[in-house]
C-alpha cells in the first residue's frame, strides 16, 4: 500500500489531539472527589485502583484510566464505592463530570489544530475520531477545539461500533468513507489504538508520543512513530 493511497485519517483523542496527562488529571481528580463528596481517602482509592500511580504520579500506560471507555471506569469504580440510585448512577455522574472536566481543562498536542485539519481536507483526506469517551463528549470537545467542522466521522464507545482493540470503529468509518480499510491510516497513542488498526487491516498505523503514548509500547504494532501532528503531512500522500 502506497501512503499516497491512503484517504482517510482516523485520528484517536486523549493522547493524540489533546495531551492526555495535562488534560486528564485535573479531571480524574476532580472526579473522584465529586464521587466521594470529598472523601480525600476515598478518591486516592478510586484513581489508584484506576491504574494511577500517585507516588510517581504516573497513569500506567494499559490502565483503565489510560485506555479503558467511560463505561468500564465507573464500573470499576462502583465496585469501590456504593453511590448514588438508578437514577443517578455512576456511570452518569461519570460522563457529565468526564465531558464537563476535559472540556475545561483540555490541552491540545497542536498549536494549531483548525489549520492542520483544515489543511488535510484540502488535500482531499477525510477525517474520523474514535474515542474510548461517549460520542457526544468527543463531539463537543472537537467543537472546544475549533475542529468540528472538518471532521467526518466520529466515534465514541457508546456509538455501536464496538471498543478498541476491537476493529469496529475503524471500519464504520471506512464503510463511511465508501473506502477500503486499506486505505486508511489509524493514528493514535495507546496500544489499543495500534491493535485496533491491525484488526481492521488499516492501511497505516501510527504510533504518536506527543501527547503520552510510549514509543516502546507502540513501536512494535506502528509502521510509523511520530512525535508531533504535523509530522504526517510529511508522509501521507495527496489523494485528490
Not at 471507555?69 to 468526564?98: C, H, M, R, T, Y
Not at 476535559?102 to 498549536?111: D, F, I
Not at 509502521?223 to 508531533?228: K, Q, S
Amino acid at each position: 500500500m502506497s501512503q499516497r493511497d491512503i484517504r482517510a485519517i482516523l485520528f484517536d483523542k486523549d493522547g493524540t489531539l489533546i495531551d492526555f496527562d495535562a488534560t486528564w488529571k485535573p479531571v480524574y481528580w476532580e472526579t473522584a472527589r465529586a464521587l466521594t463528596r470529598g472523601d480525600e481517602t476515598m478518591a486516592r482509592r478510586l484513581l489508584e485502583a484506576g491504574g494511577w500511580d500517585l507516588e510517581t504520579d504516573i497513569i500506567r500506560p494499559r490502565s483503565p484510566l489510560r485506555q479503558g471507555s467511560n463505561a468500564e471506569i465507573a464500573a470499576l469504580w462502583e465496585k469501590e464505592i456504593e453511590l448514588g440510585g438508578p437514577a443517578n448512577g455512576v456511570a452518569f455522574q461519570v460522563d457529565v463530570l468526564f465531558r464537563n472536566g476535559a472540556l475545561k481543562h483540555v490541552h491540545p498536542t497542536s498549536r494549531d489544530l483548525p489549520g492542520l485539519f483544515a489543511r488535510y481536507k484540502r488535500r482531499g483526506l477525510r477525517i474520523g475520531v474514535a474515542s474510548m469517551d461517549g460520542e457526544d463528549a468527543v463531539r463537543a470537545m472537537l467543537d472546544r477545539l475549533d475542529v468540528g467542522v472538518f471532521v467526518d466521522f466520529v466515534a465514541g464507545y457508546d456509538s455501536g461500533h464496538g471498543v478498541k482493540p476491537e476493529p469496529g470503529m475503524a471500519r464504520a468509518f471506512a464503510r463511511r468513507c465508501n473506502i477500503s480499510p486499506h486505505q486508511l491510516a489509524v493514528v493514535g497513542d495507546s496500544v489499543h489504538d495500534m491493535a485496533m488498526g491491525r484488526a481492521a487491516e488499516a492501511g497505516l498505523v501510527i504510533g504518536f508520543t506527543g501527547g503520552g503514548g510510549v514509543r516502546a509500547l507502540l513501536a512494535p504494532a506502528a509502521d510509523h512513530i511520530i512525535e508531533r501532528l504535523e509530522d504526517l503531512e510529511g508522509f501521507i500522500g495527496a489523494t485528490g
